[in-house]
């Protein structure tokens, strides 16, 4: 049976010939160590650059009338079309036998959700032909075919999921994800340059620093391709480095396992949030369940729960603060509401049951001056609401609480 690797290229990692050759040389190395290749690729560049999502976006926008999802999906799936398109060309040009596939093509069957649809199942009939005739599968990522024939995006970090998918579906030796930074880091470089990479990381570390602002996967792929024992590697574009293992612990080697007393891996923060505390009426049971059912019909996600039976507080994003607070109008409850807040947090799946983890977190913000407003946990992560002005602050007062510079 071929041994299959699926590499994920970003849109960034496609967007000029110089790239490109790093991507094909990735490709190369893979051949030359006996797996075969199948890639997903993204659209290129970012915001402003013609064929980027943002851009095609911006298109249906300036036509000045909502389209329907339908037709945004139709639009927004050429850009990784165009993408796998050039990127087979280009290896076509470096002597190898490339096949361009869209998501439908390669059989990413999804629900029939416009913007966000979710993978239902993979048929890579396609994928596996083009591989048994010595091909590499370029495909577009971010993108499938509902059951009706409806061409689908899958939302934000969709080619990341389409990757994952496939991978699973194809019994692959593992997922390489290429991105513009060298693996997972114990912090934003942006914030904290003492930030370190990774060398391994648990799916479920991953996860969680995706879900709380990590942006280097997204945390549906990490959860497909810990369901399908799939490892993961995080690595660079234009480098060699072996970049970040992301795996359960079973799948390493008992020898390599991480230290027990590890219990943060990694640091994370979102900004631009907005909390709301609300006084619902005295001895009324139901407000929890009214306020929350109120919010989703508004299509509001609320984070950071906290109910008591006199006080329920919660963040959104920014952009829903407006929508928001005609939801609280509505109800006429007594309530607060504070913009500009972000979300701090410690991640590692060494925390659960080990005791003192919240004390240092206490500890190091408020030797820095910062206040803690709010904080919810799991078993893998803590979460500190404090204002956005003083993330970076916190941030290097937990990196260095924790000492993660030393991972």
């Known amino acids: 049976m071929d041994r299959i690797v699926v590499q994920k290229f970003g849109g960034t990692s496609v967007a000029t010939e110089e790239l490109r050759a790093c991507v094909a040389r990735h490709i190369e ?16 560049g970012r915001a402003g650059d013609p064929y980027a999502t943002d851009t095609l976006l911006q298109l249906v926008q300036e036509a000045g009338e909502s389209a329907n999802g339908r037709d945004v ?3 927004l799936s050429c850009g990784e079309v165009i993408a796998t398109v050039v990127l087979s060309r280009f290896l076509t040009r470096r002597g190898h036998v490339a096949r361009a596939l869209t998501g439908a093509q390669a059989g990413l069957i999804t629900d029939g959700r416009f913007g966000e649809a979710r993978i239902l199942r993979v048929e890579p009939r396609r994928v596996l032909e083009a591989l048994a ?7 577009a990522g971010f993108q499938g075919i509902s059951q009706d024939g409806e ?3 899958l939302g934000r970090g969709g080619s990341d999921t389409s990757a994952a998918a496939l991978a699973v579906a194809l019994s692959a030796e593992a997922l390489e994800v290429y991105t513009d930074v060298d693996g997972i880091k114990t912090a934003d470089p942006r914030l904290f340059p003492e930030a370190v990479t990774l060398e391994r990381a648990t799916y479920r570390e991953v996860a969680e620093l995706a879900h709380v602002g990590a942006k280097i ?3 549906r792929a990490v959860e497909i391709a810990m369901k399908g024992k799939i490892p993961i590697r995080i690595r660079q574009t234009t480098s060699d480095a072996p970049g970040t293992l992301v795996c359960d612990d079973a799948l390493l080697d008992p020898m390599e396992a991480e230290p027990e007393d590890r219990p943060v891996t990694g640091i994370a923060h979102i900004v ?3 909390q709301a505390v609300v006084s619902p009426p005295a001895g009324d049971s139901s407000a929890a369940v009214q306020l929350f059912e109120a919010l989703a019909a508004a299509g509001i996600s609320a984070d950071m729960i906290y109910v008591s039976p006199d006080r329920i507080a919660f963040i959104v994003a920014g952009n829903l603060e407006g929508r928001m607070k005609a939801v609280l109008q509505k109800l006429g409850w007594p309530h607060a509401v504070t913009g500009g807040l972000a979300k701090v947090s410690a991640v590692g799946a060494g925390m659960h049951g080990v005791p003192g983890v919240m004390a240092k977190i206490a ?12 904080t919810t946990d799991s078993h893998a992560n803590i979460s500190c609401l404090i204002r956005e002005e003083e993330v970076s602050k916190a941030v ?10 030393k991972s």
């Open 363 to 374: 500890r190091a913000l408020h030797q820095a001056g910062i206040e803690i407003l709010q």
């Open 272 to 274: 631009d949030r907005c």
């Open 151 to 153: 061409v689908t995006t």
């Open 133 to 139: 005739a010595g091909e590499i599968p370029v495909i």
């Open 73 to 75: 999906d139709l639009l």
């Open 29 to 44: 190395r893979a051949i030359s160590e006996g797996l075969r290749p199948v890639v997903v690729v993204s659209a290129m």
């Open 217 to 219: 996967i997204h945390p």
């Open 396 to 405: 290097s007062a937990l990196h260095r609480e924790f000492a993660l510079g």
